[in-house]
Nanobody, 121 residues
């Protein structure tokens, strides 16, 4: 059972930056990444990577603004979010899994508790 603990959410003005962290209890899944869920909306894919560093994937809505990275020595994945927009406001969830497709919630077996990101206009 993989435990995921997120941190780093908060309130920021539009155009600002935040960095989310997700510490995993073990690195036994193939991919680890981030989803988000805004009020009244479905949970959506944001970004993911393979632990071996071979592949990175981003949602079109965040390409060029968000960067996902990992520190394998710490079993931690990061999401650097720049040029934030009010529409980025959501609860951000860290997720880990070993299935496909990488952009589907069904590919992920383990989820963190979520961290709130609020971007004011």
């Amino acid at each position: 059972q993989v435990q995921l603990v997120e941190s780093g959410g908060g309130l920021v003005h539009a155009g600002g930056s935040l960095r989310l962290s997700c510490a995993a209890s073990e690195r036994t899944t193939w991919v680890i990444g981030w989803f988000r869920q805004a009020p009244g909306k479905e949970r959506e894919f944001v970004a993911t990577l393979t632990w071996n560093g071979g592949s990175l994937y981003y949602a079109d809505s965040v390409k060029g603004r968000f960067t996902i990275s990992a520190d394998n020595a710490k079993n931690t994945v990061y999401l650097q979010m720049n040029s934030l927009k009010p529409e980025d406001t959501a609860v951000y969830y860290c997720a880990a899994g070993s299935s496909t497709p990488y952009y589907s919630t069904e590919a992920y077996n383990y989820w963190g508790q979520g961290t709130q990101v609020t971007v004011s206009s």
